[in-house]
């Protein structure tokens, strides 16, 4: 009887893991759907920044101290760098996901299952990771483009003040 008990037991901490295991697969689906969608929007909106800003910069480039050009010029400047590195970054991570999954597609038939198990369980930890460092370089870049259109935005007004 112990040992029916015992395998009742088994049986059913075995299911509660794998209604675990689902739990999680599902959330992190979630979560890089999410995360797909808001990159591709944040890509636009910072895209459209900074076309917005250097027309604007090169179309007041002439009412700009010199300061406030250098500095604005800069600012932009390290956010566009930080946006660009990212961008190539996504592409060498998405050129090795797919080598991943190549290799997954060229598994012979009795590993496929285990080989795509695997993949996607990799997949989803670099999700996670990807998702933490996208945190940090929407901040990277978006302090410095602030700052930089905070200094166009401050010379417009020094303008404003002086022509009236």
Do not use: C
Request: without cysteine; hydrophobic residues 50%; positive net charge.
């Amino acid at each position: 009887m112990t040992d029916i008990n015992k395998i009742v037991q088994e049986l059913a901490e075995r299911a509660q893991k794998q209604q675990q295991d689902g739990r999680v697969d599902v959330i992190i689906k979630i979560m890089s759907a999410l995360f797909d969608k808001a990159a591709a929007y944040t890509n636009i909106i910072i895209v459209a920044g900074y076309i917005a800003f250097f027309t604007v910069w090169g179309n007041m480039k002439g009412l700009l101290s010199e300061t406030e050009m250098l500095l604005s010029a800069f600012s932009i400047t390290i956010s566009l760098v930080f946006f660009v590195f990212w961008e190539v970054g996504k592409m060498i991570i998405n050129s090795q996901s797919f080598h991943g999954l190549m290799k997954v597609i060229n598994a012979p038939p009795d590993q496929f299952e285990k080989k795509l198990q695997e993949q996607q369980k990799a997949e989803q930890r670099l999700h996670i990771r990807v998702f933490r460092a996208w945190i940090v370089v929407l901040v990277l870049t978006v302090v410095p483009g602030l700052v930089g259109a905070g200094v166009l935005l401050w010379s417009f007004g020094r303008q404003l003040i002086n022509a009236a």
